[in-house]
């Protein structure tokens, strides 16, 4: 009898080791068909941002005269957000549809990508896209006096249920240009260019990400 509950209690634990390790589903595995929703979500600009440097404070003093408090603290500032104020201030100026060359950008990329160009529907999908540009902004070179713009985009997978399957954030990397900021802003097609750059350079990343789920 004892020998029998043993045996019982072997077998449970193989069984309960099996669940637990069952892989979870992948998503790319249930995906027939993929769209992407035409309304991109795109953040407002903040005027202020924090300050990438803190700036450090000090207070000290005695309370007799052997006895002293030293408190030390530090504090980041609100600073203008000029690099992203002055590239919205552009797009509006050039009359710029950022949220048509994210559109654009995007579905470019997934119709170029060998995975999910069969899989790419324009409507009908069993699972949809929707992306959010959290934060633009234009940047200088380390290296040089040349800009490039970025975009930080958000990606989100829902099933027909409008279910939330899969998410990922990206931004993208640096991008080799010959402009300066001032140069990129002088014609709508230097602007565009930078955006469709930083588009389609995010845009990837994002794909990639996604053929791992």
Known sequence: ????????????SFIFIGCSQKKEISIN????????DKNIVIANVPKTVKSPISIGLGLGGYVSKHVGINVGTSVRPDIKNSDALNLKRG???????LEALVFQGFSKAMNED???????????????????????????SFISSTAYAKLYIELKILDQNDNVLYTNYEVNDSIDSSLSQAQIYSKKQYLEKALNDAILNTSKKLIKEMKNK
């Open 1 to 12: 009898m004892k020998y029998l509950s043993i045996v019982v209690l072997v077998l449970i």
């Open 29 to 36: 595995s249930q995906i027939n068909s993929i769209s992407l």
């Open 91 to 97: 797009i509006e100026k050039f009359n710029i549809d």
């Open 114 to 140: 060998k995975f999910y160009k069969n899989k790419f529907v324009p409507f009908g999908a069993n699972h949809t896209i929707h992306l959010f540009v959290s934060k633009y902004e234009m940047d200088d």
